[in-house]
């Protein structure tokens, strides 16, 4: 099993059935009978509700119902959680927003559903939604992050004056303090973090349903894991999650916004339950630039102190988070407790303070996207560490190695609470350079210039926290046939689960591929779970399935032993085979199975050993690495190209290589989207959304990317069972501040500092524009 093994570079086994359309996917799910939900979505950013007149879209063919927030409230049907317990800096609660599924008394973002219809087909749903008139009394909004806050601005809550959801704070600010009194040097940054669309392949969807006989409701739905979503529903329909079925099938990408529950989808459970019928609903993807959770949204301010050896002294930032109209699960959560802890990054830095003003807008409510704070954190950092290195003149490589935390201090206990168990950040960025050929720049960069371009490079290193979320199951079932059924709590978004999964019992258990089923996504077959999130699925779900391969073990021993008339103790496992210690006698795990069914009176359809294992991680792990990206930028046009990428990573233990250089790929595309292409705009009077397609809001392509080199630098990680810190969310980390800090280099000659994202050929263009007109009323 060597070749199918931990550390082998295999195809993807789900690859076959997925490219050849055999993927099921929400909206490849049918039910006799089923419905069509089409939603009465806000054209205003902010509004009261004076009235919804339903009669004439009630009376159109087809129709079987038009629900509003109202039918919802008489059922008893309870609000959209908010799942953070973050406490202000004054030990207060923040502000919470009560979110029902439809909207009660006011719109408050473009796209807030007022109502649900629901007819025979999709057509006439859609064609009687049109009909439906709702009575508003449009508001002044206010979309910007940091105009949420000026004086006199309208409310988007009356609850929350001067729209302040909260006001947090971390880390030692009288330290911070004293290390910018006492600085040879203090160098400033203010940085914006622009607001992103998460925009997976497949579109959110579900089908909600009464289950014949049992009065359960059921709901097929794109998400990153069932279980959470099963106790969701099951507090807000006052109901115990035992009376709810959640399932998932194939999902085309998630990116974080496929982890929380939605309005659409506790509408259509209502809708199921009302009409006694299946209710379908699918977004287009103009419904989902105005109903999926948006990315990103921070302004930051920062200060980094120096002594007069280029060495960190304190870190002080100040941010404000645009949280959107209502608090998603975990809105309140991303910009403080989830990105705020790695503001230390790769550096000695002995103080860090942090504080964070949560705020809210009339748009779109954000959530977790791809890293989840993390590359909002090292964004900041990593700019601020490159705009430092050129201040100071150390340049962006010295300036790093000068404060990089040495392997000789693992572990290493961060100012804010985490401990790095292992890494080797120098020798990380020396490989980084040298892969990148940084040597070779200058030339690069005068051959460039020969051809009217500028050409920049530049560098960030990254570290992130991983593996949270708590603990993850795996039940491990031998069938008497010697193949194994694999039931795991974790939900494959497109990650490759089922073929990392397959190697780990390949290395465990000795069984090929082709011998394993793995089922995830059905909270009727796998009893718990905590789900897909923060690169957490094969480093915790595999140690999990690991653990119960090894239990697995434990029990067949004794039947293998009697198979070779010895004693258990006498009997070692590998390679699929029991065999008698210090000889070559022996039996396989085939074999040790079709006993062990034959004798278990309990061996229900023909199993032998079912083994459930749940493992919790005692501490996060910490991938980390070094991007370099290289870049050419046409003064005329202000376009810029990335011409070369390098990337060097610590993943620890690596299952499969080639599934982990497709995350890092995927991820950088994702990073260079948010740093050259991607922006959510939002119309400052109306607050209409101006980017609301892929005509408006652009995505990076196959011809955006050059060939990425990736060297990978693992060393194991101390506090995971296989040694493994996660792959999924690097990439979208590193991307933007390399990407980011390349261009300023490019730019350098034209006196440009910095530059937000993303640097769009317009936005570089009027850089270097206002550049040439200073120099000419000079």
Same mark, same amino acid.
């Given at each position: 099993?060597?070749?199918?093994?931990?550390?082998?570079?295999?195809?993807?086994?789900?690859?076959?059935?997925?490219?050849?359309?055999?993927?099921?996917?929400?909206?490849?799910?049918?039910?006799?009978?089923?419905?069509?939900?089409?939603?009465?979505?806000?054209?205003?950013?902010?509004?009261?509700?004076?009235?919804?007149?339903?009669?004439?879209?009630?009376?159109?063919?087809?129709?079987?119902?038009?629900?509003?927030?109202?039918?919802?409230?008489?059922?008893?049907?309870?609000?959209?959680?908010?799942?953070?317990?973050?406490?202000?800096?004054?030990?207060?609660?923040?502000?919470?927003?009560?979110?029902?599924?439809?909207?009660?008394?006011?719109?408050?973002?473009?796209?807030?559903?007022?109502?649900?219809?629901?007819?025979?087909?999709?057509?006439?749903?859609?064609?009687? /939604?049109?009909?439906?008139?709702?009575?508003?009394?449009?508001?002044?909004?206010?979309?910007?992050?940091?105009?949420?806050?000026?004086?006199?601005?309208?409310?988007?809550?009356?609850?929350?004056?001067?729209?302040?959801?909260?006001?947090?704070?971390?880390?030692?600010?009288?330290?911070?303090?004293?290390?910018?009194?006492?600085?040879? #040097?203090?160098?400033?940054?203010?940085?914006?973090?622009?607001?992103?669309?998460?925009?997976?392949?497949?579109?959110?969807?579900?089908?909600?349903?009464?289950?014949?006989?049992?009065?359960?409701?059921?709901?097929?739905?794109?998400?990153?894991?069932?279980?959470?979503?099963?106790?969701?529903?099951?507090?807000?329909?006052?109901?115990?999650?035992?009376?709810?079925?959640?399932?998932?099938?194939?999902?085309?990408?998630?990116?974080?916004?496929?982890?929380?529950?939605?309005?659409?989808?506790?509408?259509?459970?209502?809708?199921?339950?009302?009409?006694?019928?299946?209710?379908?609903?699918?977004?287009?993807?103009?419904?989902?630039?105005?109903?999926?959770?948006?990315? #990103?949204?921070?302004?930051?301010?920062?200060?980094?102190?120096?002594?007069?050896?280029?060495?960190?002294?304190?870190?002080?930032?100040?941010?404000?988070?645009?949280?959107?109209?209502?608090?998603?699960?975990?809105?309140?959560?991303?910009?403080?407790?989830?990105?705020?802890?790695?503001?230390?990054?790769?550096?000695?830095?002995?103080?860090?303070?942090?504080?964070?003003?949560?705020?809210?807008?009339?748009?779109?409510?954000?959530?977790?996207?791809?890293?989840?704070?993390?590359?909002? /954190?090292?964004?900041?950092?990593?700019?601020?560490?490159?705009?430092?290195?050129?201040?100071?003149?150390?340049?962006?490589?010295?300036?790093?190695?000068?404060?990089?935390?040495?392997?000789?201090?693992?572990?290493?206990?961060?100012?804010?609470?985490?401990?790095?168990?292992?890494?080797?950040?120098?020798?990380?960025?020396?490989?980084?350079?040298?892969?990148?050929?940084?040597?070779?720049?200058?030339?690069?960069?005068?051959?460039?210039?020969?051809?009217?371009?500028?050409?920049?490079?530049?560098?960030?290193?990254?570290?992130?926290?991983?593996?949270?979320?708590?603990?993850?199951?795996?039940?491990?079932?031998?069938?008497?046939?010697?193949?194994?059924?694999?039931?795991?709590?974790?939900?494959?978004?497109?990650?490759?689960?089922?073929?990392?999964?397959?190697?780990?019992?390949?290395?465990?258990?000795?069984?090929?591929?082709?011998?394993?089923?793995?089922?995830?996504?059905?909270?009727?077959?796998?009893?718990?779970?905590?789900?897909?999130?923060?690169?957490?699925?094969?480093?915790?779900?595999?140690?999990?399935?690991?653990?119960?391969?090894?239990?697995?073990?434990?029990?067949?021993?004794?039947?293998?032993?009697?198979?070779?008339?010895?004693?258990?103790?006498?009997?070692?496992?590998?390679?699929?085979?029991?065999?008698?210690?210090?000889?070559?006698?022996?039996?396989?795990?085939?074999?040790?199975?079709?006993?062990?069914?034959?004798?278990?009176?309990?061996?229900?359809?023909?199993?032998?050993?079912?083994?459930?294992?749940?493992?919790?991680?005692?501490?996060?792990?910490?991938?980390?690495?070094?991007?370099?990206?290289?870049?050419?930028?046409?003064?005329?046009?202000?376009?810029?190209?990335?011409?070369?990428?390098?990337?060097?990573?610590?993943?620890?233990?690596?299952?499969?290589?080639?599934?982990?250089?497709?995350?890092?790929?995927?991820?950088?595309?994702?990073?260079?989207?948010?740093?050259?292409?991607?922006?959510?705009?939002?119309?400052?009077?109306?607050?209409?959304?101006?980017?609301?397609?892929?005509?408006?809001?652009?995505?990076?392509?196959?011809?955006?990317?050059?060939?990425?080199?990736?060297?990978?630098?693992?060393?194991?990680?101390?506090?995971?069972?296989?040694?493994?810190?996660?792959?999924?969310?690097?990439?979208?980390?590193?991307?933007?501040?390399?990407?980011?800090?390349?261009?300023?280099?490019?730019?350098?000659?034209?006196?440009?500092?910095?530059?937000?994202?993303?640097?769009?050929?317009?936005?570089?263009?009027?850089?270097?524009?206002?550049?040439?007109?200073?120099?000419?009323?000079?």
């Amino acid at each position: 099993m060597k070749k199918f093994g931990i550390g082998q570079a295999v195809t993807r086994t789900e690859d076959a059935r997925l490219l050849t359309g055999g993927g099921r996917y929400t909206d490849d799910i049918s039910l006799p009978g089923q419905a069509y939900a089409v939603f009465v979505r806000s054209p205003y950013a902010f509004a009261a509700i004076r009235g919804v007149d339903g009669a004439d879209a009630l009376a159109q063919p087809g129709v079987l119902g038009l629900y509003t927030v109202a039918d919802l409230d008489a059922a008893g049907i309870g609000m959209l959680p908010c799942l953070s317990g973050l406490k202000q800096r004054d030990g207060s609660p923040y502000v919470a927003t009560p979110r029902p599924a439809l909207a009660r008394g006011f719109v408050r973002h473009v796209g807030d559903p007022v109502a649900v219809l629901v007819a025979e087909s999709l057509d006439a749903a859609r064609d009687a /939604a049109e009909l439906v008139m709702v009575d508003y009394e449009e508001r002044t909004p206010v979309t910007g992050t940091l105009e949420a806050l000026e004086p006199g601005r309208p409310l988007v809550w009356d609850a929350a004056p001067g729209n302040l959801c909260f006001d947090w704070e971390t880390g030692d600010e009288a330290a911070v303090e004293q290390a910018l009194a006492g600085a040879a #040097r203090i160098v400033e940054l203010e940085i914006v973090n622009n607001r992103v669309v998460p925009s997976p392949m497949e579109g959110r969807a579900c089908l909600a349903s009464v289950e014949d006989g049992t009065g359960r409701l059921v709901i097929h739905v794109t998400s990153q894991g069932v279980h959470g979503l099963r106790k969701q529903f099951s507090r807000i329909f006052n109901l115990p999650e035992e009376r709810f079925r959640v399932v998932t099938t194939d999902v085309g990408g998630g990116f974080g916004m496929k982890i929380f529950n939605y309005p659409e989808y506790v509408a259509c459970l209502f809708a199921a339950q009302a009409l006694g019928r299946p209710v379908k609903w699918a977004a287009d993807r103009t419904e989902g630039f105005v109903s999926d959770d948006h990315g #990103r949204d921070h302004v930051s301010k920062a200060r980094l102190a120096l002594d007069a050896d280029g060495r960190f002294l304190g870190l002080r930032v100040d941010t404000v988070a645009n949280l959107g109209a209502y608090l998603s699960n975990y809105g309140p959560f991303i910009p403080t407790d989830a990105g705020s802890a790695m503001l230390v990054g790769s550096y000695t830095t002995p103080a860090v303070h942090v504080r964070v003003k949560g705020v809210f807008t009339n748009t779109q409510p954000v959530d977790a996207y791809r890293g989840a704070g993390r590359p909002e /954190a090292a964004y900041l950092l990593e700019r601020l560490i490159d705009h430092a290195g050129r201040v100071t003149g150390l340049g962006p490589a010295e300036i790093r190695r000068r404060n990089f935390i040495p392997p000789s201090a693992m572990p290493y206990a961060t100012p804010m609470g985490q401990v790095y168990d292992t890494g080797d950040f120098r020798r990380n960025l020396e490989d980084g350079i040298a892969l990148a050929d940084l040597a070779g720049l200058p030339a690069r960069k005068a051959e460039a210039r020969a051809r009217g371009r500028l050409r920049g490079a530049g560098l960030a290193t990254y570290i992130e926290a991983c593996s949270g979320g708590g603990p993850e199951q795996a039940t491990v079932q031998v069938n008497a046939d010697g193949r194994v059924v694999l039931m795991i709590g974790t939900q494959t978004n497109g990650q490759g689960h089922e073929t990392a999964y397959k190697q780990i019992i390949a290395d465990r258990l000795g069984v090929p591929p082709e011998d394993v089923e793995v089922i995830q996504g059905d909270t009727d077959r796998v009893s718990w779970g905590s789900g897909t999130g923060g690169s957490r699925s094969v480093p915790v779900g595999g140690a999990a399935l690991a653990e119960g391969a090894a239990k697995v073990v434990d029990k067949a021993k004794p039947v293998a032993a009697d198979l070779l008339e010895t004693a258990a103790v006498d009997v070692e496992f590998a390679d699929g085979r029991f065999t008698i210690v210090g000889t070559d006698r022996g039996v396989s795990l085939k074999e040790v199975a079709a006993r062990a069914a034959r004798d278990n009176p309990a061996g229900e359809g023909g199993i032998a050993f079912s083994e459930m294992a749940r493992w919790t991680p005692p501490a996060n792990t910490f991938p980390n690495g070094c991007h370099v990206a290289e870049v050419e930028v046409d003064p005329e046009t202000g376009v810029v190209e990335l011409v070369a990428y390098s990337v060097v990573d610590d993943f620890g233990t690596v299952v499969n290589p080639l599934l982990v250089m497709g995350q890092v790929h995927g991820g950088v595309a994702q990073g260079l989207g948010q740093a050259l292409q991607e922006r959510v705009v939002y119309d400052p009077d109306s607050g209409q959304l101006l980017s609301g397609s892929f005509m408006d809001y652009q995505m990076p392509r196959a011809v955006d990317l050059p060939p990425i080199a990736i060297k990978l630098n693992c060393v194991p990680s101390t506090t995971n069972a296989l040694g493994m810190k996660g792959a999924g969310e690097a990439g979208a980390i590193g991307a933007p501040p390399a990407i980011i800090n390349a261009l300023v280099d490019a730019l350098s000659d034209h006196g440009i500092a910095h530059i937000d994202m993303p640097a769009t050929p317009e936005t570089v263009w009027r850089a270097i524009r206002r550049h040439r007109v200073g120099l000419a009323a000079e």
